[in-house]
């Protein structure tokens, strides 16, 4: 366990701009790809009386292929690392959306035309936020809740953990990185495993603060 603060939030904010010409040439060609692949998958079904599928796979290659030329989406970087993200909607539709940075892992939330980091003051509790689980992961000697001295080490039990999570097994690789979570009096089942689809492990934060020092505790450490 480590004694750490709150990683400061930094006040800069980085505007959502367009895709570099380059970059968007890139994407429609890829789109395009698929949408062709997919009519000609379309096409093969035709040819052999599957006539329904046919038409399902057609409408969507054709669908893709439109819209690959339309309007783009935005791109910009972590307020935090300075990494690339991507996929924010134009005209002001991503507006409020809070976004993860795939490297960092901070959150970041869009307003109006930038992205600034999401300060866990004004951030709402209740919703989920999630990191990856680390590979001897260690943690900040605080209650994973709201970070007072903490007067208990539970250990991930089954409630904690989802169906997934149970039904791949994946949970006895890291039942020691798990165990330990440390907690105050008031507080307990504040944290929750996840698996993914893809098999990735997230750890879900109810408080961002937390999320935030386990993160900064773990900042050299691999995803387990
Ligand atoms: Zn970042
Ligand atoms: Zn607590």
Known sequence: MVDIGDPPIPQTTSPLVNMSAEEARK?????????L????GGWWLWQHQNGFWAVVLGVLGVGLVVASFGPKTLVA????????????????????????????YEYSVVSGK??????????????????????????PRACVACGASPTRFDDLTKR??????????R????????SGVPYCDQHRDALELKVTQS?????EWRSLRMMRRYVAANRSRQPA
């Open 27 to 35: 994407n429609t060609i890829v789109v395009v790809m698929i949408g």
């Open 37 to 40: 692949a997919l009519c000609a």
């Open 77 to 104: 970087a972590c307020p935090f690392c300075g990494a690339r993200m991507s996929g924010f909607l134009q005209n002001n539709k991503s507006d409020g959306k809070q976004t993860q940075c795939p490297k960092c």
């Open 114 to 139: 930038t992205l600034r980091a999401l300060d866990p003051a004004s951030s709402s509790q209740g919703t989920g936020f999630e990191t990856p689980v680390f590979k001897d992961g260690i943690w």
């Open 160 to 169: 904690n953990v989802n169906a997934l999570a149970l039904v791949l097994g």
């Open 171 to 178: 949970v006895i690789l890291v039942k020691g990185t798990l």
């Open 199 to 203: 098999k990735k492990m997230l750890l």
